[in-house]
């Protein structure tokens, strides 16, 4: 059974920063594409970022430059570095994984963690 945890979230500052982790635990993680997702309220699951086994990523256009994706597969755990954050990037943020191939669909992942809330005050 895979199981995500997420950790990290809290409440910033407009232009602070946050570092959310997620740690994986049952099957093999090297196999995973992970991904960081966000949901607001009233908002459908949005994708933020991706990242292969081997480092390549994908991000969203309103991500890319102020967060980071990356990957520690000697330690099971992928992170989200958020700078410069804005008010509309409250969400409570998901990790998810699926086999292999990156994807900005939030159907296309299998496993979920619980997630974490962001709020970004103004």
């Known amino acids: 059974q895979v199981q995500l945890v997420e950790s990290g979230g809290g409440l910033v500052q407009a232009g602070g920063s946050l570092r959310l982790s997620c740690a994986v635990s049952g099957g093999t993680f090297s196999m995973y594409a992970m991904s960081w997702l966000r949901q607001s309220p009233g908002n459908e699951r949005e994708f933020v970022a991706a990242i292969r086994w081997n480092g390549e990523n994908d991000y969203a256009d309103s991500m890319k430059g102020r967060f980071t994706i990356s990957r520690d597969n000697a330690k099971n755990t992928v992170y989200l570095q958020m700078n410069s954050l804005k008010p509309e990037d409250t969400a409570v943020y998901y990790c998810?994984?699926?086999?292999?191939?990156?994807?900005?669909?939030?159907?296309?992942?299998?496993?979920w963690g619980q997630g974490t809330q962001v709020t970004v005050s103004s």
């Open positions: 998810a994984a699926r086999i292999l191939a990156l994807s900005r669909s939030y159907q296309a992942y299998n496993y």
